[in-house]
T-cell receptor, first 115, second 116 residues
Framework: AQKVTQAQTEISVVEKEDVTLDCVYE???????LFWYKQPPSGELVFLIR??????QNEISGRYSWNFQKSTSSFNFTITASQVVDSAVYFC????????????FGKGTMLLVSP | GAGVSQSPSNKVTEKGKDVELRCDPI?????LYWYRQSLGQGLEFLIY????????KSGLPSDRFSAERTGGSVSTLTIQRTQQEDSAVYLC??????????????FGQGTRLTVV
């Protein structure tokens, strides 16, 4: 069965610091998809990124970057120069392709960015 | 609408009553999901609808929970004889296809259910 582990329950940083959120996953599938979602205080889960298991290229989008390493089953998320608006709970999720099409979520990491 | 719409946004009910939660997915999305978010349990999958196929109900926690999706669009999650442990935020999501083929799911703002 698939599993997603986000070992960091809560992280506090000061604005402009860089922060990395860890995500480790387990799956028996060779083809799968990884996702990051952001849940601000308003409660809605906001999609950030999707990555398929065949694409190990790191991705950068503005202040966000993702490091996918199949060898360590990790899909870490870095926010550069954090801002107060980045304060939220961040979820890493896994979706397999072998007939089971739903998301398995980690427990989430609460990020608090203070001014 | 532009996004996934859920109603009501908040619901307080007495223990033992039945409740219905509604989800209006993004137009054209064939896949619809219900998840539950509660303290200590994180986000749990409940049920998945894909087109006209039989739904995947493997995540429903008990037979008090049921869901239907009419006309391939709006979905209703029904909880019968509510218990206090049913208190949670119920999130609905939709995607163009199943997320297993790599399509991201878009979530509604959820219904916060409180059973007193």
């Amino acid at each position: 069965a698939q599993k997603v582990t986000q070992a960091q329950t809560e992280i506090s940083v000061v604005e402009k610091e860089d922060v990395t959120l860890d995500c480790v996953y387990e799956t028996r599938d060779t083809t799968y998809y990884l996702f990051w979602y952001k849940q601000p205080p308003s409660g809605e889960l906001v999609f950030l990124i999707r990555r398929n298991s065949f694409d190990e290229q790191n991705e950068i989008s503005g202040r966000y970057s993702w490091n996918f390493q199949k060898s360590t089953s990790s899909f870490n998320f870095t926010i550069t120069a954090s801002q107060v608006v980045d304060s939220a709970v961040y979820f890493c999720a896994l979706s397999e392709t072998s007939g089971y099409s739903t998301l398995t979520f980690g427990k989430g990491t609460m990020l608090l960015v203070s001014p | 609408g532009a996004g996934v719409s859920q109603s009501p946004s908040n619901k307080v009910t007495e223990k033992g009553k039945d409740v219905e939660l509604r989800c209006d997915p993004i137009s054209g999305h064939t896949a619809l999901y219900w998840y539950r978010q509660s303290l200590g349990q994180g986000l749990e999958f409940l049920i998945y609808f894909q087109g006209n196929s039989a739904p995947d109900k493997s995540g429903l926690p008990s037979d008090r929970f049921s869901a239907e999706r009419t006309g391939g669009s709006v979905s209703t999650l029904t909880i019968q004889r509510t218990q206090q442990e049913d208190s949670a935020v119920y999130l609905c999501a939709s995607s163009l296809r199943g997320t297993g083929v790599g399509t991201e799911a878009f979530f509604g703002q959820g219904t916060r259910l409180t059973v007193v």
